[in-house]
């Protein structure tokens, strides 16, 4: 009875300490699972959607970004690329009750809450894209409170709008070049071999 006394105890401890009210650790980077004492996600479609200001972006042009939905107390933000976990580019100066969280080596790589806090669809996320990326998500967990959180939130799609065609023109011209060197080398030796 003492037994299941002390576990039940050292369970609570274990869960106040995980539960973050000030914020998402950088443990959470990359999978973006809340430890909240063993309390699951809630199954998605969530009731948030991720609203950026624009479907396309340019390296270093500012992109705000909404979560709209109900009211919320906690969010892990990040953007990414692809299925790559990295959180990649730069957040601004994070909105009342939100903070910076460091992930991907980056300082600014991800925004988390300060505190649990009403956070709204007023609550503006800045971002500023990286040099080199194709696409982006925007890839949020958001919680309205510690037991009812959603992960895996995402935004649509958005793509780089700078020189885009140039560049693909320039990498089939790149790689018409390369097959034909290719083609080059491999008939000089097979002349080689036949002379020989
Ligand atoms: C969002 O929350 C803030 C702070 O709680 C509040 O002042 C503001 O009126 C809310 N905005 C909306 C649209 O609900
Ligand atoms: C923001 O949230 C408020 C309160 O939940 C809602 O009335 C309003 O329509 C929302 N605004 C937008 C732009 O979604």
Request: glycine letters at 6%; one cysteine or more; hydrophobic letters at 40%.
């Amino acid at each position: 009875m003492d037994a299941v006394f002390f576990g039940v105890v050292i369970l609570q401890v274990l869960t106040s300490v995980l539960s973050f009210p000030s914020g998402a650790p950088t443990s959470a980077c990359v999978d973006m699972m809340p430890r909240h004492g063993g309390v699951q996600p809630k199954p998605n479609p969530a009731p948030y959607t991720i609203y950026p200001s624009s479907t396309t972006f340019q390296t270093g042009k500012p992109i705000t970004v909404v979560i709209k939905g109900p009211d919320y107390s906690g969010v892990l933000l990040e953007a990414r690329s692809g299925s790559d976990s990295k959180a990649i580019g730069t957040w601004q100066t994070p909105p009342t009750n939100t903070k910076f969280l460091a992930c991907s080596g980056n300082q600014q790589g991800a925004i988390t809450h300060a505190n649990t806090n009403i956070k709204n669809n007023s609550t503006v996320y800045t971002w500023i894209p990286p040099a080199t990326a194709k696409n982006v998500v925007f890839k949020a967990t958001v919680a309205q409170q510690r037991t009812v959180f959603w992960v895996d939130v995402m935004s649509s799609t958005l793509t780089s709008s700078e020189g885009g065609t140039s560049l693909d023109v320039y990498s089939s011209a790149e790689r018409i070049v390369t097959s034909s060197l290719l083609l080059l080398v491999v008939l000089l030796v097979i002349v080689r071999y036949q002379v020989a």
